[in-house]
T-cell receptor, first 110, second 115 residues
Framework: AQRVTQPEKLLSVFKGAPVELKCNYS??????LFWYVQYSRQRLQLLLR??SRESIKGFTADLNKGETSFHLKKPFAQEEDSAMYYC????????????FGQGTELSVKP | DAMVIQNPRYQVTQFGKPVTLSCSQT?????MYWYQQKSSQAPKLLFH???????NEADTPDNFQSRRPNTSFCFLDIRSPGLGDAAMYLC??????????????FGPGTRLTVT
């Protein structure tokens, strides 16, 4: 079965602390993994994708095929990082359909 | 700016009264998606159009239909809304290549209330 699991509904950290939002997936093939973010009162938007292997707003995510994980990390959280984060998977030949995880709300306190 | 537009942003309908939500895009993307998102839940794909080809998800109720008259517009029709259909409806677009994958661009959503 194709599934994306984000075990934490809410993650609360202080400004300057490291952040790791967990994502595990289940897919029999070679999926493409994404992190989407939704800031308050804004539309859902792409944060990063695993094939880009780039850092966006200080966030990075590495695809670990052995552990079937795609955790999102940032060494020093900022208040403006507070948002809802969704991990998503796209499989082969599926018209680009996304399977979303349940989402993790990140709250960065001053 | 190229974007995905959804109208209206808020829609109130009565139980059983048909309602149509609209989505338009200026990105000229070949794929358009409709998602349903209930409170504190992940977006759930209802169906998508790959060009003119309609693809329904297996668990999408028959109560939900969609139309795509041209590349730019896509409509979500709910034939007989029930209280359980109250949700945020998200439209998204993507330009997919032969691999079938691409970044999705989301609209702001339409929040549907059923009274």
């Amino acid at each position: 079965a194709q599934r994306v699991t984000q075990p934490e509904k809410l993650l609360s950290v202080f400004k300057g602390a490291p952040v790791e939002l967990k994502c595990n997936y289940s897919y029999s093939g070679s999926p493409e993994l994404f992190w989407y973010v939704q800031y308050s009162r804004q539309r859902l938007q792409l944060l990063l994708r695993h094939i880009s292997r780039e850092s966006i707003k200080g966030f990075t995510a590495d695809l670990n095929k052995g552990e079937t994980s795609f955790h999102l990390k940032k060494p020093f959280a900022q208040e403006e990082d507070s948002a809802m984060y969704y991990c998503a998977l796209s499989g082969n030949n599926q018209g680009g359909k996304l399977i979303f995880g349940q989402g993790t709300e990140l709250s960065v306190k001053p | 700016d190229a974007m995905v537009i959804q109208n209206p942003r808020y829609q109130v309908t009565q139980f059983g009264k048909p309602v149509t939500l609209s989505c338009s895009q200026t990105l000229n993307h070949n794929v358009m998606y409709w998602y349903q998102q209930k409170s504190s839940q992940a977006p759930k794909l209802l169906f998508h159009y790959y060009d003119k080809d309609f693809n329904n998800e297996a668990d999408t109720p028959d109560n939900f239909q969609s139309r795509r008259p041209n590349t730019s517009f896509c409509f979500l029709d709910i034939r007989s809304p029930g209280l359980g259909d109250a949700a945020m409806y998200l439209c998204a677009t993507s330009a997919t290549g032969t691999s079938g994958r691409g970044e999705q661009y989301f609209g702001p959503g339409t929040r549907l209330t059923v009274t």
